[in-house]
Each structure stands twice: as structure tokens, then as C-alpha cells.
């Protein structure tokens, strides 16, 4: 067989039923193999939109999505979709394209050492020498990229080996389970539990899979310890559950860090470094107890006094079945906490100022949303706002980026979902600057004929950073920009425009765009002014009654 078709059964017998990118010359024999197979290779307007496309894809299914991109420049655009894949625990394959390895024709042109760049920013990275490696090594990046912690991983195909004929048979994927947390360990933890008098949960990004969501959702009921999590690790309880407190959006200083100052054992879930402290760990402080796939990685700030290491959801399971509920346990705090923050987070949910103030836009997308809803949010200061005010109520539904972290994922991260989820509704949430740096893809949507909301949260300027320019006392300056007609560049790729003209115009908008289907655009000027008063003066002014 060509080495190129060979690849692709492998990929095949790996289960891929998309490829994202954009091909170039040294990509021809693959593409040609890929015609045939019965992949669905979808074309990218920009490689890096096919990067967060894949990782969005594995993050949703578990396994790894795949993109594509020819070699030098196009390889060089997917080096952030590749961190935003490691960083954020996303099961990704690039492939990559290169000059023929074994005798050059064109010297250095567009040569980049590829596989060296992707080293730092993935978990495997290999150029494939010859075509009888091809099985080997596709298997090798599907296991690595899935194992945890799962990640990006890369595979360079030279053109002179896409194109030669080599023997191979595709290995057929080997499931290993995971090892479960010991005994001892177990136990320990629940004693600690038990012993003390305000114990929280916390729910982070290592605790986002649905078997772990069934397995916390039985303990929190059969102990009716409260919970809080970190912004990758909305949803994965229903979050209109009673005893859930909020999530930490805000590094400190919210009315829910009161609850955790209280708080005597963090019970601490899924925990991962990538995500800003949702705690600060202090000597002779709160005790911890880390549960995780692996181990605790000690620093300044965080030294878990305990640890219960194996499958998670395993783990949480054992534990629902030691701990008893204890008559000197105390939440009346922590409930107190959460009646405060959910007054506050309701402030200004139907205001009719205009233009539209966060709380109204957070509020009237919940309103609209079907409960199994996906949201994808670019980043910008509404994603504070959304972690912070939007109620979860299954996990993946709401996907943000608490982890790289980057601007303009959020359009191409939307259309993954709804390839994922066809029956969904979808909505992307974008500031207008994350939003222009991967528009180009709504031609990628309107081809594809998906059924896609794009909100464009439209202040005119880089708003995150000037709310932090402004609380560190600077002047205004260098952060604002114009923007185009939206409506007018929605409608040049074929899709529809709608601009809100008052506060009560948007959630008509949504229905009607829902109603509708198709690609459509909806432009919402937005009141920032409330990022100084909510997030800078009002939660400095609040005091913890502890």
C-alpha cells in the first residue's frame, strides 16, 4: 500500500470521522487517501481555527480530534491551538506536512524544524521516517494523547514518504483502565472528613467527564457537603443543585471566597495548575485533600495535606460509601454565602438600560438556552461574567478557556460542537477582538450548513484589559479600535446579521435565530462601566462575617 493510504486506515481504525485544515503540496498524497476513505475532511479558512476545531472535538468526545496543515507556516499556525489543547486537557493530533526527507529538491525553502517547535507545547511530537512506522506511531500518539493528563500531540508526514509503498496493518486500539485510588488512602480521607466541621467540595477541570458528574452528584446528596468549582469545572454537577455555591471566576475576593475563608477541609476534585488558585493555601490554614488522577505538584501556595490518587470518579465513589453524614458538621455559613452571591449574580437581570449591562446578557442567554444548550465562549471580560452569573446544568455546556486561555477559539470552537452535537442548540459568545482574529471561519459554517449562533460583544476596544488598566490606576490607552458593519460582514459570507437596538431585543433575537436555523450573527453593544463597580469597588467593599 501507499504509506499515505496507510495512515489514513489507521486513523481510521482509531475511530476518526473528521479531519480539519488546510492542506498544501506536501499534503497531496495524504489528501487523496483521505477522498476515499470516508473521513469527512473539512476545509479550514485558517489553520489555527482547525486546531481549536480538533481540540474542541477531543474535549467532547474523549478522543482525540485530528487537524491538518502543510509544513512551515501552516504547521507554525497551529502552535497555539496546540497549546490551547495541552494546556486545557483536550485530546488532540496534529499532522503536518514537510519537504521530502530523503533527497531535497528545494534546499532550505519553507523548512521549519517542525517537530522541535511542537516539542514544548505537546506531550509527543515524531517526524515518520519510513512508511512501516506509520502504525506504530499512530498508535503511540492516540494512546498518549488520550491517557491522563490528555493533550496535543504531533505527527510530521514528509511528502516522499506519503508517497512511497511500504507493508503496514493498522494496530487496533488497546483500552488499559485506569488504577484506582488505594485503600488507605480512602480511608484516611474520609476520616479527615469526617473530623471536620466545614467541609467544602471543589469541583475543577480533572472532575469534567460524565461518569465522574453521576459519582460527585451521589456524594454531594449522600453527604450534603456543599460545593464550588473552578471555571473548567462548571457543569459537571448541575449547578441549579441547592447546595452548589458558585463558581470561582475571580481569584479572590468574591462573596464566595468568604465561604472557602470559612471552609476548614477543601475536598479538592480534579484539581489542575493550569487553572488560576481557586484557593490560596496557607501553613497552619485549611487542610486539603487532593483527589486526582495523579499527584499533587506542591508550590507555594498549594500542599495538600492528603492525597488520593487513581480514577476519580473510582475514588469519589469509595469515598460516598465511607463517609457518614456527622452531627457536627456546619454549612450554615456557607449557605448564608450562597444566598448573598445569588442576590448579587440576579442585580441587573432585567435591566433595560442600553447599552446592555453583562448581568442582562448573562441572564437572557440562560433564559433562552435549552438545558443541553452548548455554549463556546471566546475570551474576553464576558467570560468572568458567564463563569461567574451562567448556571451549568450538564458538564461540556459550557465551554470556555480558563487554561492558555486565548483569543479567537471561540467561533471555530462553536462549529466543532455542533458537528459533535448536531441536535444541540449552539451558540458562540465573542468580544468583537477575539472574534475578528478567526472571523474568516463563518464562510467555514455557512458551508458546512450548520444551525449556529455567534453573539458579538461589541465594546470597541480590548475591554478584560482595560478594566484592568483602569483598576491599576493607568490611563486609558492603547486597547480601543473600530470595528466593521458585523451585520454587513455576516451578511457578505452568506450568513444573518441582526443587531440589538435595545435591551429586550436579544433574547427575541436568539428565539427567532433558533427558530430559524442556519448561520446567523447577532451584535450587542455592551456596558462595561459594571466591571469597575461589581468586580473592583463593590467586592472590595464587602465584608466577611466569619
Known amino acids: 500500500m501507499k504509506a499515505s493510504d496507510v495512515f489514513v486506515q489507521a486513523l481510521k481504525t482509531e475511530g476518526v470521522t473528521h479531519v480539519f485544515g488546510v492542506p498544501g503540496e506536501e499534503n497531496l498524497d495524504l489528501l487523496e487517501s483521505l477522498r476515499t476513505s470516508g473521513i469527512t475532511f473539512v476545509v479550514t479558512r485558517h489553520e489555527q481555527g482547525a486546531g481549536f476545531m480538533a481540540a474542541t472535538y477531543g474535549r467532547l468526545t474523549g478522543r482525540p480530534g485530528v487537524c491538518l496543515s502543510t509544513l512551515g507556516p501552516g504547521a507554525m499556525n497551529l502552535v497555539t491551538a496546540a497549546a490551547y489543547a495541552q494546556l486545557g486537557g483536550m485530546p488532540m493530533l496534529m499532522i503536518t506536512g514537510q519537504k521530502p526527507i530523503k533527497k531535497s529538491k528545494q534546499g532550505r525553502f519553507q523548512i521549519v524544524e517542525a517537530t522541535e517547535v511542537m516539542r514544548p ?3 509527543y511530537a515524531r517526524t515518520i521516517v519510513n512508511g512501516s512506522a506509520i502504525p506504530a506511531a499512530v498508535r503511540e500518539a492516540f494512546r498518549v494523547a488520550q491517557e491522563e493528563r490528555p493533550g496535543a500531540v504531533h505527527l510530521e508526514l514528509p511528502e516522499d514518504v506519503a508517497a512511497e509503498q511500504c507493508d503496514g496493518e493498522p494496530f487496533e486500539p488497546a483500552r488499559a483502565r485506569r488504577p484506582i485510588a488505594e485503600d488507605k488512602a480512602i480511608d484516611a480521607a474520609a476520616r479527615m472528613i469526617e473530623a471536620a466541621e ?11 467527564r460524565k461518569i465522574t458528574s453521576t459519582m460527585l452528584r451521589e456524594f454531594i446528596d449522600a453527604t450534603g457537603i456543599p460545593f464550588f468549582v473552578t471555571q473548567l469545572g462548571k457543569g459537571v454537577v448541575d449547578e441549579r443543585h441547592p447546595k452548589y455555591l458558585g463558581t470561582a471566576a475571580l481569584s479572590d475576593h468574591d462573596y464566595l471566597h ?3 475563608a470559612k471552609a476548614d477541609l477543601i475536598i479538592n476534585v480534579g484539581h489542575d495548575v493550569v487553572e488560576k488558585p481557586p484557593f490560596i493555601m496557607k501553613h497552619g490554614g485549611t487542610k486539603v485533600i487532593h483527589v486526582n488522577f495523579t499527584a499533587a505538584a506542591v508550590d507555594d501556595i498549594y500542599f495538600p495535606q492528603a492525597e488520593v490518587v487513581g480514577d476519580i470518579a473510582n475514588a469519589v465513589w469509595q469515598l460516598k460509601n465511607q463517609v457518614k453524614p456527622q452531627s457536627h458538621w456546619d454549612f450554615a455559613y456557607f449557605m448564608k454565602v450562597k444566598t448573598q452571591l445569588d442576590a448579587h449574580v440576579a442585580e441587573h437581570a432585567d435591566d433595560s438600560a442600553f447599552p446592555v449591562k453583562p448581568q442582562r446578557l448573562v441572564a437572557d442567554v440562560r433564559r433562552l438556552m435549552p438545558e443541553d444548550g452548548i455554549l463556546a465562549l471566546d475570551n474576553g471580560m464576558y467570560k468572568l461574567w458567564f463563569a461567574r452569573n451562567y448556571l451549568a446544568y450538564a458538564p461540556n455546556t459550557l465551554l470556555l478557556d480558563n487554561a492558555l486561555a486565548t483569543m479567537g477559539a471561540g467561533l471555530p470552537s462553536a462549529m466543532a460542537a455542533k458537528l459533535v ?44 484589559i482595560k478594566w484592568k488598566q483602569q483598576a491599576g490606576g493607568m490611563e486609558n490607552f492603547g486597547l480601543e479600535y473600530n470595528n466593521p458593519d458585523f451585520v454587513r460582514y455576516a451578511e457578505a459570507y452568506g450568513a444573518k446579521g441582526h443587531r ?47
Open 500 to 546: 440589538v437596538e435595545k435591551a429586550g431585543d436579544l433574547g427575541v433575537l436568539l428565539a427567532q435565530c433558533f427558530h430559524e436555523g442556519g448561520v446567523h450573527l447577532i451584535d450587542v453593544l455592551i456596558d462595561y462601566s459594571e466591571n469597575d463597580r461589581v468586580f473592583t469597588r463593590e467586592l472590595k467593599e464587602k465584608t466577611c462575617l466569619l
Open 421 to 464: 452535537h448536531p441536535q444541540q442548540k449552539v451558540v458562540a459568545i465573542c468580544g468583537d477582538g477575539g472574534f475578528m482574529m478567526n472571523s474568516q471561519e463563518m464562510e467555514t459554517a455557512v458551508r458546512l450548513e450548520l444551525d449556529l449562533v455567534v453573539v458579538i460583544v461589541n465594546d470597541g476596544g480590548f475591554g478584560m
Open 198 to 208: 466545614h467541609p467544602l467540595l471543589l469541583i475543577g477541570a480533572g472532575a469534567n
Open 121 to 123: 507545547v505537546t506531550k
Open 258 to 260: 468568604c465561604a472557602i
